[in-house]
């Protein structure tokens, strides 16, 4: 018998230090603001977009519906495109098929993904003997504090200028001011080389298009555009819930996707269908021109056919990583990714269960949500948390 | 799926006590229906006053989430403190009571708000039952708690107590009590083919009949989750006050975007409870209104405890407001 009264005791006295510390305050009171105005600022731009969101939300429970199938077809149009795709049934096998690509020794790019947090990617390929690099900005600086994320889109939300500006100067054996444009400037010439120096790109994907094989990432920094692009290999790792039947979906899918993640249109949207080449000597097709010469997609389970199978709990697989419930929830605006593990607040409590631990680990997160709804008023996909919060919490306590 | 765990004492007291002794701290009806005492309210009626002891049960709770803030609830003290609880089986007191009442404040005022209550239903012509003694507890907690097995039977019995009434109309005082009985009881049990209505409904049915009150002051409508979400009833508060002639100021956040008063984690997390409480108070005396009106008792409660740190605003029941209001018909 597991005791969610300890637990709860440690977990809380987290909760409660988090709420307490003024560097989360600050960060998360600017963040929430500057989230509310961005998006109210992008909807009244692009006023056709919730019209799009509850279409996009109908691609979602179609997808979710015909899954096995679409990541059959995926499959297989990316052999097509002279891709290899895996499917990982755990994280085991994704660790298994990572070893046998990527081996040891080596210098490795990544980009930030979600489920590379669920699967501890970076320590798993350290352990193996590579060096791995986080190329976004917010994971490179939670990389060198040791630290984790504190939000699924703004992974440093927590850390402000001042500690960044500590960090670095221990880090690059110099004195970084804690002036923003320094900070990234710093960061931008140590990591350059390393992507051209990197053997292996690594990237999550935030849609993938079953009829074409196409993986679409959304990014601003560009820094994946370098990680997919300057190493010769590239190797994707998706969730297979991002499937969708076709291309055109997976751009509303993205669009969607960023516009309630406070953009009106990001810096890049990469859509990625195989290697790189070329034809333009007589006409040959030849791999490898200035891309990667290999591209690997490895469609990732550990949990979610069990998530998209149950009734009650399938809607949690619509979730696009938006991140917006995070900022209307009043728990997560005090205490930021100390309210979750991997997967943060309410939805991240749902998605624990499933993929990131079990109902242990997800009891502490689900006593902490209030069930008073106002994440559905702002998910884009109008997923009923505190329903399947309910749920959740009857198991905990059944017999 | 998952084995069973040991979960808080804290879940297991609020689940015994509401299966046991029809609310979740084993008050008695004599307690719980005191408020009633000099209405002549009949047991039987077309419209059931409904409490669910909600609002009586606001001042103990209150008092013992003072004690899980003295004490840890996850600790040995506190697991030791409840051990207390044999004592009630062995002599018939309440431990929990004992307690909590210790520290009880405000219960004068939290139980005539249920007067207050009837006094404004009755003034817009609705003729009220309420039964004293069969009232139980809406089992809301259960439901929120995730005792749903427990549920399943107490649902039953709550169903059964409002059958014998008669009542063709269920009119709730807290919209959790209405949510159960609107949303989730038809899902579970043959719940009585009644309509279940909110205070703030029954009044603004019969809006055109409340008198025009005199108010200089702004007022500033702090919406309830349970109400604006669930219920979907926002609007209704805003006629009303439109009707009487009360000016009002929206907060930053309102209606369906509500901001939630802390209250549901107030059990378990009561230190993140009061500072979620604490920021939906800021929202709304920021809006310069020197009167927040509440529509359901655990926001009032959450609310009242940082409105009393002195925030600049003063915290009222919409049920109190429209009672002075109908009183005084002035000094609002």
Redo the contacts between chains.
């Keep these: 018998?597991?005791?969610?009264?300890?637990e709860?005791?440690t977990y809380?006295k987290n909760?409660?230090k988090a709420?307490q510390d003024t560097n989360i305050n600050n960060a998360m009171n600017r963040a929430v603001k500057s989230y509310r105005e961005n998006v109210a600022s992008a909807l009244e731009r692009y006023p056709h977009t919730p019209e799009l969101a509850e279409e996009v939300r109908k691609i979602k429970e179609y997808s979710i519906e015909h899954n096995e199938e679409l990541l059959a077809q995926a499959m297989e149009v990316i052999e097509k495109n002279r891709g290899k795709a895996f499917y990982a049934k755990d994280k085991e096998e994704a660790f298994q098929i990572l070893h046998d690509l990527i081996g040891t020794g080596k210098t490795i790019v990544k980009g930030k993904s979600m489920l590379g947090e669920e699967l501890q990617l970076r320590h798993i390929l350290e352990n193996a003997g590579n060096e791995v690099w986080e190329t976004d900005l917010g994971e490179f600086i939670l990389q060198l504090k040791d630290d984790r994320p504190m939000h699924i889109l703004s992974p440093a939300i927590h850390v402000p200028r001042e500690q960044v500006a500590e960090i670095f100067s221990e880090f690059f054996k110099k004195t970084v001011p804690p002036d923003i444009t320094k900070e990234v400037e710093v960061v931008r010439e140590f990591l350059r080389e390393k992507y051209f120096q990197a053997d292996v790109g690594i990237s999550g994907a935030n849609v993938v298009a079953a009829d074409t094989g196409q993986v679409v990432i959304i990014e601003n920094e560009g820094n994946v555009r370098l990680c997919t692009g300057a190493p010769p290999v590239h190797i994707v790792l998706v969730g297979i819930e991002k499937l969708v039947p076709t291309f055109l979906d997976s751009m509303k899918v993205a669009e969607v996707t960023w516009r309630y993640a406070n953009y009106t249109a990001p810096s890049y949207v990469n859509v990625i269908s195989g290697p790189s080449k070329t034809g333009d000597i007589e006409k040959v097709t030849t791999y490898g021109a200035h891309g990667p010469k290999e591209l690997y997609v490895i469609f990732v389970d550990n949990g979610r056919s069990e998530m998209m199978q149950e009734e009650d709990f399938k809607q949690a697989s619509h979730c696009l990583r938006c991140g917006g419930c995070m900022y209307e929830c009043?728990?997560f605006?005090?205490?930021a990714g100390h309210y979750g593990r991997t997967y943060l607040s309410g939805i991240g409590s749902v998605w624990t269960t499933f993929v990131d631990g079990?109902?242990?680990m997800a009891?502490p997160m689900l006593?902490?949500c209030?069930?008073?709804?106002?994440c559905?008023?702002r998910c884009p996909m109008k997923i009923d948390v505190p329903s399947m919060i309910?749920k959740?919490?009857?198991?905990?306590?059944?017999? | 799926m998952p084995a069973k765990k040991k979960i808080p004492p804290v879940l297991e007291i609020l689940r015994d006590n509401i299966v046991k002794h029809g609310n979740p701290l084993a008050l008695k009806p004599r307690e719980t229906s005191a408020w009633a005492k000099n209405l002549e309210l009949p047991v039987k009626g077309d419209i059931l006053f409904y409490t669910g002891s909600e609002y009586q049960l606001l001042p103990f709770i209150d008092s013992l989430v003072k004690t899980l803030k003295i004490v840890d609830p996850s600790s040995t003290i506190f697991s030791w403190l409840m051990e207390a609880r044999k004592i009630v089986n062995m002599t018939g007191i309440n431990a929990e009571k004992i307690y909590a009442s210790i520290l009880a404040k405000d219960k004068e005022r939290y139980y005539s708000i249920n007067y207050k209550a009837v006094h404004v239903l009755r003034k817009l012509g609705y003729d009220l039952c309420y039964d004293r003694q069969g009232e139980l507890y809406s089992g809301a907690l259960l439901y929120e708690l995730g005792f749903w097995k427990d549920l399943d039977d107490y649902a039953q019995r709550v169903a059964d107590s409002i059958r014998k009434t008669e009542a063709k109309t269920v009119v709730c005082i807290s919209p959790h009590a209405a949510e159960m009985f609107r949303k989730v009881y038809p899902q579970i049990v043959d719940f009585p083919d009644v309509q279940v209505k909110t205070f703030i409904e029954m009044v603004w049915e019969k809006r055109h009949l409340l008198p025009k009150i005199p108010c200089d002051s702004l007022v500033v409508i702090h919406d309830s989750c349970r109400l604006a979400r669930e219920l979907d009833v926002s609007q209704e508060i805003r006629d009303i006050l439109d009707e009487i002639g009360v000016k009002y100021v929206e907060p930053f956040r309102s209606k369906e975007w509500t901001t939630c008063c802390g209250g549901p984690s107030k059990m378990l997390f009561p230190d993140i409870s009061k500072i979620v409480a604490g920021r939906r108070v800021i929202e709304l005396s920021d809006t310069g209104a020197e009167k927040a009106l509440i529509s359901c008792p655990y926001c009032l409660s959450a609310l009242q405890s940082e409105i009393d740190k002195g925030n600049g605003v003063i915290l009222e029941d919409i049920i109190e407001f429209l009672y002075r209001g109908l009183e005084a018909q002035c000094q609002i």
């Design positions: 018998m597991s005791d969610l009264n300890k709860l005791g809380t909760l409660n709420s009043p728990v605006q005090i205490t079990g109902l242990d009891a006593y902490t209030l069930r008073c709804g106002r559905v008023e309910g959740l919490r009857s198991m905990v306590v059944s017999d």
